[in-house]
């Protein structure tokens, strides 16, 4: 299964974003670890949506996704910052896994930054500061966190734009393998260096330093090649290996040749796709939680050596830069070497930055950034050239070293996950034979039942989800019930306007029998509908409205002698099985298995755990459906096999 992101998959999101430019930001939403949701007014296109899932994914969804009603602190500072801002340009820092968005107000430039790194973060930049971000780190080189400067992590190869020399360069001076020295130096991950690996017909274990001048041209054109084809292609290709995702690419590669392969219409479709697979197999399988901390060790563990690698050859580009322009930095340092010694530090800044490729001075430190080939390079202009680069190549493999360590702390943690996981399997086999729950739908967290029309009917469950019922699910096309019992719950009929006489009804008798009326065990009773314009949350003067409840204005359209009685069966919804429990003339029509329900006085707590047993599922499912107050069953209708 894929795991994060590659820099030719940001590309591609980055040219899907390009709709949302001149676009106003409308509501930003936040939860769980490190979910971000961005909804997008898109002139004459209506509202888009901006995910960034599990801090690692980012794409543009055609379902929104179920957000909470409470927005987090970090939603909420967002908000008051970006709230209605016109976005600007959205671009990929050079290639890497960053995307830079600007938003515009007419009180400040903001600069909305998603990282796709090192565990993902979501940034907003003022004028070079942070103001708030997802993730706080404090790292060596790099501090992310409220009011620090950002600094972008340092430039790597550029694949798009690169030269032919400029490659050759990078693979020459690389003491390493060649699928290695491409994923890494040449910035283009593990699957892109095998790609042009079998494209080319060079063997990826190849030593870099015996290639020959005919097979670094070949390598740059199939370099190219790939660049262009993934930069062009405005589809996106899913393998598959069985049911298992090996990967989703923005172009097709050759190396995934013999797995089934689907195309979609664009790289945030698959993204989605894949997204929605991985939580069907996490909702199906039993989770260990030691399983899980263990596995979210290696996976750091696998970041941290990854960061130390690249660091290391990011140092080692700066040492070789030095050399490629020997001639410059040796004179850049002879003159600041000289002049420190005569010159104030006032004179000597002066002085060094009238210099064309000096970009900052420090003379406290004795420090000098240049810029070589695009690079900027932190020097001491005390020590000579080969000092400088002694130091930095010196860095360099410090990281290298640090790199190995973890990666024998690696090692042990992967042979503890593997000793772990030994002993899973039996529990998950286990885990097998224990009742599952159904697949869980977002109306879920409130009552609900299906009419014998198939319109889906929404209940609260306290004055909380009362409110929510109405406020944020009730639109024009639907209807409103509420029997006639004080504290009843609010009940809608989504599309209630198209209800035919027994929807109405049915939906009348749900709505009783959610309310008091179940546990004071009265016979029948009545309850009325309106449409969504009759209810209210304004009071007249006077009048005070609790939490929950609700005003309702004109004419009430009444249903009388309703009984107090209901069913749980199984039905099947959108291809899941489910259960439901709703009036007993709806599910008596829409399953051969079922149990007809009564209010009772008698207290019998084994109720519960009788049902759940019956339709094999847990007990807190069977808690959420029923109505408030004991039951007694009247009756099983449950055919033989």
Same mark, same amino acid.
């Given at each position: 299964?894929?795991?994060?992101?590659?820099?030719?998959?940001?590309?591609?999101?980055?040219?899907?974003?390009?709709?949302?430019?001149?676009?106003?930001?409308?509501?930003?939403?936040?939860?769980?670890?490190?979910?971000?949701?961005?909804?997008?007014?898109?002139?004459?296109?209506?509202? @888009?949506?901006?995910?960034?899932?599990?801090?690692?994914?980012?794409?543009?969804?055609?379902?929104?996704?179920?957000?909470?009603?409470?927005?987090?602190?970090?939603?909420?500072?967002?908000? +008051?910052?970006?709230?209605?801002?016109?976005?600007?340009?959205?671009?990929?820092?050079?290639?890497?896994?960053?995307?830079?968005?600007?938003?515009?107000?007419?009180?400040?430039?903001?600069?909305?930054?998603?990282?796709?790194?090192?565990?993902?973060?979501?940034?907003?930049?003022?004028?070079?500061?942070?103001?708030? *971000?997802?993730?706080? +780190?404090?790292?060596?080189?790099?501090?992310?966190?409220?009011?620090?400067?950002?600094?972008?992590?340092?430039?790597?190869?550029?694949?798009?734009?690169?030269?032919?020399?400029?490659?050759?360069?990078?693979?020459?001076?690389?003491?390493?393998?060649?699928?290695?020295?491409?994923?890494?130096?040449?910035?283009?991950?593990?699957?892109?260096?095998?790609?042009? *690996?079998?494209?080319?017909?060079?063997?990826?274990?190849? +030593?870099?330093?015996?290639?020959?001048?005919?097979?670094?041209?070949?390598?740059?054109?199939?370099?190219?090649?790939?660049?262009?084809?993934?930069?062009?292609?405005?589809?996106?290709?899913?393998?598959?290996?069985?049911?298992?995702?090996?990967?989703?690419?923005?172009?097709?590669?050759?190396?995934?040749?013999?797995?089934?392969?689907?195309?979609?219409?664009?790289?945030?479709?698959?993204?989605?796709?894949?997204?929605?697979?991985?939580?069907?197999?996490?909702?199906?399988?039993?989770?260990?939680?030691?399983?899980?901390?263990?596995?979210?060790?290696?996976?750091?563990?696998?970041?941290?050596?990854?960061?130390?690698?690249?660091?290391?050859?990011?140092?080692?580009?700066?040492?070789?830069?030095?050399?490629?322009?020997?001639?410059?930095?040796?004179?850049?340092?002879?003159?600041?070497?000289?002049?420190?010694?005569?010159?104030?530090?006032?004179?000597?800044?002066?002085?060094?930055?009238?210099?064309?490729?000096?970009?900052?001075?420090?003379?406290?430190?004795?420090?000098?950034?240049?810029?070589?080939?695009?690079?900027?390079?932190?020097?001491?202009?005390?020590?000579?050239?080969?000092?400088?680069?002694?130091?930095?190549?010196?860095?360099?493999?410090?990281?290298?070293?640090?790199?190995?360590?973890?990666?024998?702390?690696?090692?042990?943690?992967?042979?503890?996950?593997?000793?772990?996981?030994?002993?899973?399997?039996?529990?998950?086999?286990?885990?097998?034979?224990?009742?599952?729950?159904? @697949?869980?739908?977002?109306?879920?967290?409130?009552?609900?039942?299906?009419?014998?029309?198939?319109?889906?009917?929404?209940?609260?469950?306290?004055?909380?989800?009362?409110?929510?019922?109405?406020?944020?699910?009730?639109?024009?096309?639907?209807?409103?019930?509420?029997?006639?019992?004080?504290?009843?719950?609010?009940?809608?009929?989504?599309?209630?306007?198209?209800?035919?006489?027994?929807?109405?009804?049915?939906?009348?008798?749900?709505?009783?029998?959610?309310?008091?009326?179940?546990?004071?065990?009265?016979?029948?009773?009545?309850?009325?509908?309106?449409?969504?314009?009759?209810?209210?949350?304004?009071?007249?003067?006077?009048?005070?409205?609790?939490?929950?409840?609700?005003?309702?204005?004109?004419?009430?359209?009444?249903?009388?002698?309703?009984?107090?009685?209901?069913?749980?069966?199984?039905?099947?919804?959108?291809?899941?099985?489910?259960?439901? *429990?709703?009036?007993?003339?709806?599910?008596?029509?829409?399953?051969?298995?079922?149990?007809?329900?009564?209010?009772?006085?008698?207290?019998?707590?084994?109720?519960?755990?009788?049902?759940?047993?019956?339709?094999?599922?847990?007990?807190?499912?069977?808690?959420?459906?029923?109505?408030?107050?004991?039951?007694?069953?009247?009756?099983?209708?449950?055919?033989?096999?």
């Amino acid at each position: 299964m894929k795991k994060e992101m590659s820099s030719f998959d940001v590309r591609a999101i980055v040219n899907e974003m390009a709709i949302l430019e001149n676009a106003h930001m409308d509501k930003i939403f936040h939860w769980g670890a490190g979910n971000v949701l961005f909804r997008v007014n898109v002139q004459g296109q209506g509202k @888009k949506e901006l995910f960034f899932s599990d801090k690692k994914w980012l794409h543009m969804p055609s379902v929104k996704p179920e957000t909470p009603d409470a927005p987090t602190s970090f939603a909420s500072f967002l908000r +008051k910052y970006v709230d209605n801002a016109r976005i600007g340009k959205i671009t990929q820092a050079g290639f890497d896994r960053i995307v830079v968005m600007e938003l515009l107000r007419s009180d400040a430039e903001y600069e909305l930054i998603f990282e796709m790194f090192g565990g993902g973060n979501v940034l907003l930049v003022l004028d070079g500061k942070i103001l708030n *971000c997802l993730i706080h +780190k404090v790292r060596r080189d790099r501090t992310v966190r409220p009011g620090e400067e950002y600094v972008m992590p340092a430039s790597r190869f550029d694949p798009v734009s690169s030269t032919l020399e400029h490659f050759s360069q990078i693979v020459t001076s690389s003491s390493t393998d060649l699928v290695r020295t491409l994923a890494m130096d040449a910035n283009l991950g593990g699957q892109y260096a095998e790609e042009i *690996c079998k494209r080319t017909g060079i063997q990826k274990n190849s +030593k870099t330093s015996e290639l020959k001048e005919d097979d670094i041209g070949l390598l740059f054109s199939a370099m190219s090649d790939i660049v262009s084809s993934a930069l062009s292609s405005s589809n996106a290709v899913m393998y598959r290996n069985g049911d298992d995702i090996v990967d989703i690419t923005p172009a097709e590669l050759r190396i995934y040749e013999e797995y089934e392969k689907e195309t979609f219409g664009t790289m945030s479709e698959a993204i989605a796709a894949m997204i929605s697979s991985m939580k069907e197999e996490e909702d199906e399988g039993y989770v260990d939680p030691e399983t899980e901390k263990l596995q979210r060790r290696v996976d750091r563990q696998k970041e941290t050596i990854e960061e130390y690698r690249m660091e290391s050859a990011d140092l080692k580009m700066r040492a070789d830069s030095l050399y490629t322009n020997y001639q410059k930095v040796n004179e850049l340092l002879e003159v600041l070497s000289v002049q420190s010694r005569k010159l104030t530090w006032d004179k000597l800044k002066e002085g060094a930055m009238k210099i064309s490729y000096v970009r900052s001075i420090d003379p406290s430190k004795n420090n000098v950034t240049a810029d070589l080939d695009g690079l900027n390079v932190v020097l001491d202009y005390i020590k000579s050239i080969d000092a400088n680069a002694s130091d930095i190549y010196q860095r360099s493999k410090d990281m290298n070293e640090k790199a190995a360590r973890a990666e024998t702390a690696l090692k042990e943690s992967e042979e503890i996950l593997a000793k772990r996981q030994k002993g899973f399997e039996k529990a998950k086999a286990l885990a097998k034979t224990k009742a599952q729950p159904t @697949k869980q739908f977002w109306f879920e967290r409130y009552k609900w039942f299906l009419t014998s029309g198939r319109l889906l009917v929404l209940a609260g469950r306290d004055a909380h989800t009362n409110d929510q019922v109405v406020k944020k699910h009730m639109k024009e096309q639907d209807v409103y019930v509420h029997a006639d019992i004080h504290g009843a719950p609010s009940v809608i009929i989504k599309n209630g306007t198209a209800a035919k006489e027994n929807d109405l009804r049915e939906a009348c008798i749900f709505a009783l029998t959610q309310s008091k009326a179940w546990s004071s065990s009265v016979p029948e009773g009545s309850a009325f509908w309106v449409y969504p314009d009759q209810v209210s949350k304004t009071p007249q003067a006077g009048e005070f409205v609790p939490r929950g409840a609700f005003i309702i204005r004109g004419k009430r359209n009444y249903e009388y002698h309703l009984p107090i009685r209901l069913a749980i069966g199984e039905i099947v919804y959108e291809n899941t099985r489910k259960v439901m *429990c709703g009036p007993a003339e709806v599910v008596e029509n829409m399953t051969r298995k079922y149990v007809i329900i009564t209010p009772t006085k008698k207290k019998d707590g084994k109720r519960n755990a009788e049902l759940a047993k019956l339709f094999n599922v847990p007990e807190e499912e069977i808690a959420r459906i029923i109505p408030p107050g004991d039951l007694d069953i009247e009756s099983k209708i449950w055919p033989e096999e």
